[in-house]
């Protein structure tokens, strides 16, 4: 970066190389998904609900959270993933309006599978990923030494049913 907020054509080239790298692998584990019989969103819905943090509930808000999604397309997917016995629903123990969602032994098996694919390609594609990261922090390393960080985009509002 040349001035504050000002880019190079280096800062384009590692951004772009960047979310290259990043959509390479989506792409691909958007395919394992669909190879499975999942829509790419089922199977980050599945992942997100075994890999929450400890003490972290699986509840809808949270799930949709996770997601970036609205509540209702959470509701939506995990409907999908409860009539295929993906996904089973309890109540809260506490608060029994609460919906804690978990993995059915069905659904930690394909989530399993898909978890060894994903890991795998990662092994083979994370050399690159890194690279293209340590490239874009270089090329923007200035405004981080002194401190500063980029300013983000004002955050643009969901649409209704904007996933």
């Given at each position: 970066m040349t001035r504050d907020g000002e880019l190079?054509?280096?800062?384009?080239?590692?951004?772009a190389e960047f979310r290259y790298q990043i959509r390479k692998f989506l792409r691909l584990g958007e395919h394992a998904a669909r190879e499975a019989g999942l829509e790419p969103q089922q199977h980050q819905l599945?992942?997100?609900?075994?890999?929450?943090?400890?003490?972290?509930?699986a509840n809808i808000g949270e799930l949709a959270e996770r997601l970036q999604i609205?509540?209702?397309s959470a509701v939506e997917l995990i409907d999908r993933l409860s009539e295929?016995?993906?996904?089973?629903?309890k109540r809260g123990s506490e608060d029994r309006r609460e919906v804690i969602v978990q993995l059915s032994s069905r659904g930690e098996k394909v989530l399993r599978d898909l978890a060894v694919f994903h890991r795998d390609e990662l092994h083979e594609a994370g050399p690159q990923l890194i690279q293209s990261l340590k490239k874009l922090f270089a090329a923007s390393a200035k405004p981080f030494a002194n401190g500063k960080t980029a300013k983000k985009p004002a955050a643009r509002k969901k649409s209704v049913g904007a996933e």
């Open positions: 190079n054509n280096i800062d384009y080239c590692a951004l599945l992942l997100t609900i075994k890999g929450l943090p400890e003490n972290t509930k609205q509540h209702h295929r016995g993906l996904v089973t629903r």
